[in-house]
Structures are given as C-alpha cells and as structure tokens.
C-alpha cells in the first residue's frame, strides 16, 4: 500500500529537548515536504526537497532542519525546540513540487 | 500581497443538497489549482486537479470550476451526503500554497 508513514504521531515535550520527527515513503517520490498547520493559518510549507541531497526553504524554515540522505526517508529535526513551534505537522511526498501530494496523518507536537 | 480565501470556516448543509466550496485568490497566477479533503487526525488527501486551460472537471459527485478571470475556482459536491463532513483545501501549483479550508458539515 502506497502511503508517508510519520512518527511519532504525537509529541510532548520541552523547550531546548532537541527532537526529530521522521518520515517515510514507499512510493519512490522525489519530492518531498514538510508543512504545519496551525488553526486559521492553513498547511504552510517548511522545508522541500527535491531529490537526494538537495533541500531548499519554504516559508516558515526558522527553527527547523532536514536532511534528505535517501530517497525514501526526510526527517525534521528541531534542534532547540521553542513553544510557537507547538503544531500539527505533516510530510508530504510526490513526483514534483506542483503534483498532487501524498500526506502522513501528521505529528502533534507540544513545546512546554 | 499574496493571498488564498476560502469562503468561510464552516458550511452547514442538509443531506441530499449540493455543497458550493469557494477558493479565492490574489496576486497568483496558477497553472493549475487542486482541492484536497482533509478528516479529523488525518492528513489531507488529494481529490482533484483542474488546469488554467479547463473551465470544469468532474468525478463522480465532485464538480470543480476554475476561472482564472475573476481569479476563483468552485468546487461542488452534488447529492452530498454525511460522509461527505470534513474540511477541503484549496491549494494552488504556485509552490503549493494551500487555504485554510473550510469545515463542511452534512447534517442528515
């Protein structure tokens, strides 16, 4: 079964805790990316990759890092957690920046 | 600045009743624009693609319209059903940026 398989699916932790969030897919995209979504705000993009070792910025990068050292797999690391970037998170994989996207069901995670 | 406007945050309507879903846009210029459903604790799934070039695209009860004039695209569900409750995202090909959504609820 084609899907993006991320965990944890939920998350508490503290301020300063680094964390990573992984994700995967089966699906051999070569597109890959991660969004937040926050009540009233919408998905909005954090970070994208387009292949292997290649990740660029989307809108909302402050705070966050990837890393994309295989196909499959395109983890996000906080590295200082702060409470802003208390969120519902969500990896998406696809054949191209503007094809339809697969999602994960999304990652709670709560910085106290 | 840019911007996407999805009509409103909730729309309530009665089973059997056709849904009207509106998606806005501003300083945009879209190829082409997809709507996505989304259900609670899950994450978005895609539903359809409509290109600059194609006034409407249809499957099954799904209908969505897209005009690059006034700069909207309509998406409609026809006979909706209380299976049909979730929200639905609009979210255009510019770097996919995606609406808030709006919250359909189908009361039977």
């Known amino acids: 079964e084609a899907q993006v398989t991320q965990n944890p699916r939920y998350l508490i932790t503290v301020t300063g805790k680094k964390l990573t969030v992984t994700c995967s897919q089966n699906m051999n995209h070569e597109y890959m990316s991660w969004y937040r979504q926050d009540p009233g705000l919408g998905l909005r993009q954090i970070y994208y990759s387009m292949n292997v070792e290649v990740t660029d910025k989307g809108d909302v990068p402050e705070g966050y890092k990837v890393s994309r050292k295989e196909k499959r797999n395109f983890p996000l690391i906080l590295e200082s957690p702060s409470p802003n970037q208390t969120s519902l998170y969500f990896c998406?994989?696809?054949?191209?920046?503007?094809?339809?996207?697969?999602f994960g069901d999304g990652t709670r995670l709560s910085i106290l | 600045s840019q911007k996407i406007e999805q009509n409103s945050e909730a729309l309530n309507i009665q089973e059997g009743k056709t849904a009207t879903l509106t998606c806005n846009y501003t300083?945009?210029?879209?190829?082409?624009l997809q709507w996505y459903r989304q259900d609670p604790g899950r994450g978005p799934v895609f539903l359809l693609l409509i290109r600059e070039n194609e006034k409407e695209k249809r499957k099954e009860r799904l209908k969505v319209t897209f005009d690059t004039t006034l700069k909207q695209s309509l998406f409609h569900i026809t006979a909706s059903q209380p299976a049909d409750s979730a929200t639905y995202l609009c979210a255009l090909d510019n770097d996919m940026r995606f609406g808030a959504g709006t919250r359909l609820t189908v009361k039977p």
């Open positions: 300083n945009y210029s879209p190829a082409y």
């Open positions: 998406a994989s696809s054949w191209g920046p503007n094809q339809p996207q697969h």
